[in-house]
């Protein structure tokens, strides 16, 4: 299946790619590299909305699991979110691209409150917009709050990218056989629970009929190559 041209994207990555080949936190040389990836996309002409993840620094159930309030650790997931927005943000600068940082938990010494029509001009001037803080709520995961803001903003599509070139029948690490899914129906991957995504990400993105491509952030040119049907990975559709 080859992707319909798209005007407008929303790229979630999660927070571990920030690490790089660290065990924790950000690695800026890395950062540096992911923002040459989303520059690269950018000047294919497309719109990019930007959501990052916060587990490289923390996340809510690690720090439930250790005894804290899961609301509590949650709020500092979310803290954790704007803090890799604020470094991509910084990176993109870098190579002289102009970006915003929307949070949905409002911070206005650091950046802007999520405001759509705000989001939107951004975009129209050829800005990149890096939503932070999810959906601004504890007990969801900020691919929640990429599928919120991919239909918020009207994306053509939740492009996700991972460690892992798509959606496989089984772990790949375990399992020399696992076979990758070309495509693969948002219900499949709610009835088998397949790992994508959390199940409220998908069943919105299902409900707003926006298609999800899984693929590996780590191979260098990629989000370009899987934006031109040339990648490798996994599409989320009807
Ligand atoms: N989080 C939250 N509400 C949101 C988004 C994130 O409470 O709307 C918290 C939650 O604790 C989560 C953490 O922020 O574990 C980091 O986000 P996530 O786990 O989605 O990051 P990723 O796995 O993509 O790096």
Redesign the pocket.
């Known amino acids: 299946m080859t992707l319909p041209k798209m005007n407008r994207v929303l790229l979630k990555l999660?927070?571990?790619v920030l690490m790089g080949g660290q065990q924790f936190g950000i690695d800026p040389a890395f950062v540096l590299e992911l923002a040459k990836e989303v520059k690269a996309a950018k000047d294919t002409g497309l719109q990019i909305c930007l959501v990052i993840?916060?587990?490289?620094i923390?996340?809510?159930?690690a720090g439930a699991a250790q005894g804290m309030d899961r609301a509590q650790?949650?709020?500092?997931?979310?803290l954790?979110?704007v803090m890799n927005a604020l470094a991509m943000q910084s990176a993109l600068e870098q190579l002289g691209v102009e970006t915003r940082v929307q949070s949905?938990v409002q911070m206005d010494q650091v950046c802007e409150p999520v405001i759509r029509r705000r989001a939107e001009r951004h975009l129209e001037k050829g800005r990149i917009v890096i939503f932070a803080?999810?959906?601004?709520?504890?007990?969801?995961?900020?691919?929640?709050?990429a599928a919120l803001r991919a239909a918020e903003m009207k994306c053509d599509a939740l492009l996700k990218g991972t460690s892992v070139d798509g959606i496989y029948d089984s772990d790949p690490k375990k399992n020399a056989d696992a076979k990758r899914y070309e495509t693969v129906s948002y219900s499949k991957v709610l009835a088998d629970d397949l790992k994508v995504m959390d199940a409220s990400a998908v069943a919105l993105c299902r409900d707003n009929e926006i298609p999800i491509v899984v693929f590996s952030i780590r191979e260098k040119g990629n989000v370009v190559k899987v934006l031109s049907g040339e990648g490798t990975q996994t599409i989320v559709t009807d």
């Open positions: 999660s927070g571990e993840g916060g587990g490289n923390f996340r809510g159930m650790a949650d709020y500092m997931g979310m954790a979110t949905a803080a999810g959906v601004g709520a504890p007990y969801f995961t900020t691919d929640s709050g």
